[in-house]
C-alpha cells in the first residue's frame, strides 16, 4: 500500500494543511509519495523532501500546472494515482476543486473530508453541518479521499530526506485559462491554522468596528474570523468565513463576539477546545456550545478584554 | 444558449436533525424538506443568464432544471420552475445515490439535452460531499468553474470568479462548462403566487436510471451514522476580569 498525497504550495512554500493531511496518510500505513505541480517549482520540491514521513516528492513542473487549473491536474494525479492504494488531499478550496475530478476520471466514489482513519479503508466525516458523523467503508481500488485538516495534528516540516523525481507527463485540456485572482493580505496568522481565533458576526454592525477585534486579535496573536452575516452584509471579506461553507477551524480558543450561534456556523468552530461567547442577547444558542458566556455590550467588553490580556 | 440547473431535495437547512437510535443514518421522518440552498442559488442564476439574454436581444434561453431523487423531489422542481425555469426533469430513484452516481445520471441528461451551461450547487447541506460538479465537468470533459461569486458569459466562453481560501479567483472556460454555485453568487427571488400556479402546467418529464442506461453501483458503504460528542456546558461569567482570569487560570489558553 502506498498513499500519495496532492501537495498544496504557493509557489515557495508548503501548506500547513498539507502536513495536517500527511499525517492523515501516516495513519493508514503506507509509503507516502508527495506530489508536487506547478510552475518554477524548485524551491518548493526541496521544502517537501524534508517533511517527515515522506518517501518520496515527485515533481511536476509545467506551465499547464500552473494556478492548479482542476482540467489540466486532475489527468494527471489520476493517471500517476492510479497505482497506489489511496490518493488523499487537503480538504482545502483547491482540494475540493481538484480531488472529485480524480475520482470520477477513476470511476470510484469520493470520500470527503474524513476527522479520522478507522482502517485502511474505513473513515469518519462529518455530515449535516457536522450534526451527524458517518463511517464509511470504500472498496473501491483506489481511495480517493479529502482531509479534514483540524481532525489530525501536523506532521514535522523538518526531519525527512525524501527522493526527488521528476514527473515528465504533461496534460493540456485547453478548456481553462487563469485570468486573475485578488488575494486578501493579512500579516495575522492563518485562520485555519492560528492558535486563537477571534470572529465577528451580525453584533458588530459595520466593517470598521473590526477594528476591535483586530486590537484584540493582535494582543493574542490570533486569526480574526466572521459569520456568514458579517461577509454577506460586506463588513469583510468572504475569506475569512467560518462555518459549514467557510472555513473549518479548531484553535485552542475561540472567542465569538457578536455571534448568535446557527448551525451552520456551529459547524466551523465547534471541535475548537475552548470557546468564549461575548453576545448582549443571553439567549443566543452560542451559549448553548460556550465554555464561557459573557453577557455584555461587545463595543464594552471586547476593548475591556484587550486591555485585560 | 441552454442552461441546465440541477437541484436536489434535502432536509431544510433550519432543521437540526436527530440520529436515529440505530445508527442506521438521520431521522428524516416528518422533517421539513426543502430545495438545497445552493441549488436556489443555481436556479437564480440560470433565470437571471436567460433575462439578460432577452434584454442583449439574443436568442432567449431555456433553462431545464433537473433532479435526481424520490417521486417527492417533484415539489422542489415545481417550485424551481415557479421561479423561472422551463421545464423538469425527475431522474427517479428512491436509494440514496452517491455522488458519483448522481454524476454519471445527470452526464446522461447533459447528452441527451446538450446544453451549454451546466449550473449546479457547489455542496448539498446533508451530505457535505461539494463532488458532483467537479465530477461531472470530468465525465463530461468540461471546464469547471467550481465556488462561483460571479458569472460572465460572453460569445463561447465563460468568466467566472471564484472563492478560494486566500481571497477571490478568476478563470475562463469554453462553453460548454460547468459552474457550481457560492452562497455569494446572488440572492434567490421568492415564487409569486401566479407563478406558482404557472409552474403546474409547465411539462416535467420522469426518467429512470435504467431508461438512462447508468448504472448507479457504488463503492461506498456507510456502516454507522452517530450523534457528535456532545460539548459539556459552560459557565457564565460575569466580568471580563472574571473572564480573563478564567481564561489564565482555569483553561490555561491564555
Known amino acids: 500500500m502506498t498513499v500519495l498525497v496532492l501537495a498544496e504550495h504557493d509557489g515557495v512554500g508548503i501548506a500547513s494543511a498539507t502536513l495536517n493531511t500527511l499525517a492523515a496518510a501516516g495513519q493508514i500505513g503506507a509509503d507516502i509519495h508527495l506530489l508536487v505541480a506547478g510552475q518554477g517549482l524548485g524551491s518548493v520540491a526541496q521544502v517537501a523532501a524534508q517533511i517527515a514521513g515522506v518517501a518520496k516528492v515527485l515533481v511536476a513542473d509545467n506551465a499547464a500546472y500552473a494556478h492548479q487549473l482542476p482540467e489540466n491536474l486532475a489527468p494527471l494525479v489520476a493517471e500517476l494515482g492510479a497505482g497506489y492504494s489511496h490518493i488523499l488531499a487537503a480538504a482545502t478550496s483547491n482540494g475540493k476543486n481538484i480531488l472529485p475530478r480524480v475520482a470520477a476520471q477513476l470511476d470510484v466514489d469520493q470520500i470527503s473530508e474524513i476527522i479520522s482513519v478507522v482502517s485502511a479503508d474505513t473513515f469518519t466525516r462529518p455530515i449535516y453541518a457536522g450534526n451527524a458523523i458517518a463511517t464509511v467503508q470504500s472498496t473501491a481500488p483506489v481511495k480517493v479521499i479529502t482531509v479534514r485538516a483540524t481532525g489530525f495534528d501536523p506532521v514535522a516540516a523538518q526531519g525527512g530526506s525524501a527522493a526527488v523525481e521528476a514527473v515528465a507527463a504533461v496534460h493540456d485540456a485547453g478548456t481553462s485559462s487563469f485570468v486573475g485572482e485578488v488575494l486578501a493580505k493579512s500579516d495575522r496568522p492563518e485562520l485555519t491554522a492560528a492558535k486563537v481565533v477571534v470572529s465577528g458576526g451580525r453584533g458588530m454592525q459595520n466593517g470598521d468596528n473590526f477594528k476591535y477585534l483586530y486590537a484584540l486579535a493582535d494582543k493574542l496573536g490570533a486569526g480574526v474570523g466572521a459569520s456568514r452575516a458579517a461577509v454577506d452584509a460586506g463588513f469583510v471579506p468572504n475569506d475569512m468565513q467560518v462555518g459549514q461553507t467557510g472555513k473549518i477551524v479548531a484553535p485552542q480558543l475561540y472567542i465569538a463576539v457578536g455571534i448568535s450561534g446557527a448551525i451552520q456556523h456551529l459547524a466551523g468552530m465547534k471541535d475548537s477546545r475552548v470557546i468564549v461567547a461575548i453576545n448582549k442577547d443571553e439567549e443566543a444558542p452560542i451559549f448553548q456550545v460556550a465554555d464561557y458566556g459573557l453577557v455584555a455590550d461587545l463595543f464594552d467588553a471586547v476593548p475591556e478584554l484587550e486591555q485585560a490580556v | ?254
Do not use: W
Open chain 2, 1 to 254: 444558449m441552454k442552461v441546465l440547473a440541477c437541484i436536489k431535495r434535502v432536509v431544510d437547512y433550519n432543521v437540526k436533525v436527530r440520529v436515529k437510535a440505530d445508527n442506521s443514518g438521520v431521522d428524516l421522518a416528518n422533517v421539513k424538506m426543502s430545495m438545497n440552498p445552493f441549488c436556489e442559488i443555481a436556479v437564480e442564476e440560470a433565470v437571471r443568464l436567460k433575462e439578460l439574454s432577452i434584454k442583449e436581444g439574443r436568442v432567449a434561453t431555456e433553462i431545464v432544471v433537473v433532479s435526481i431523487g424520490p417521486t417527492t423531489a417533484q415539489e422542489q422542481l415545481r417550485t424551481a420552475l415557479a421561479l423561472g425555469a422551463d421545464r423538469a426533469i425527475l431522474v427517479e430513484s428512491a436509494e440514496d445515490l452517491t455522488s458519483l452516481a448522481v454524476a454519471k445520471l445527470l452526464k446522461a441528461v447533459v447528452d441527451k439535452e446538450q446544453p451549454q451551461l451546466v449550473i449546479l450547487g457547489k455542496q448539498a447541506i446533508d451530505s457535505d460531499n461539494n463532488q458532483t460538479g467537479q465530477m461531472l465537468a470530468a465525465l463530461t470533459g468540461f471546464g469547471q468553474g467550481t465556488f462561483a461569486s460571479k458569472v460572465e458569459v460572453a460569445g463561447d466562453k465563460v468568466a467566472v470568479t471564484r472563492e478560494v481560501d486566500g481571497g477571490a479567483q478568476t478563470v475562463s472556460l469554453s462553453l460548454p462548462a460547468i459552474i457550481t454555485t457560492d452562497l455569494r453568487l446572488n440572492e434567490p427571488r421568492y415564487a409569486s403566487l401566479p407563478n406558482i400556479m404557472k409552474a403546474k402546467k409547465k411539462p416535467l418529464e420522469v426518467l429512470t436510471p435504467d431508461a438512462l442506461g447508468v448504472s448507479t453501483a457504488s463503492t461506498h458503504s456507510t456502516l454507522k451514522v452517530e450523534a457528535p460528542a456532545a460539548r459539556s456546558a459552560g459557565i457564565k461569567v460575569k466580568s471580563v476580569a472574571e473572564l480573563v482570569e478564567k481564561l489564565k487560570n482555569e483553561a490555561k489558553v491564555i
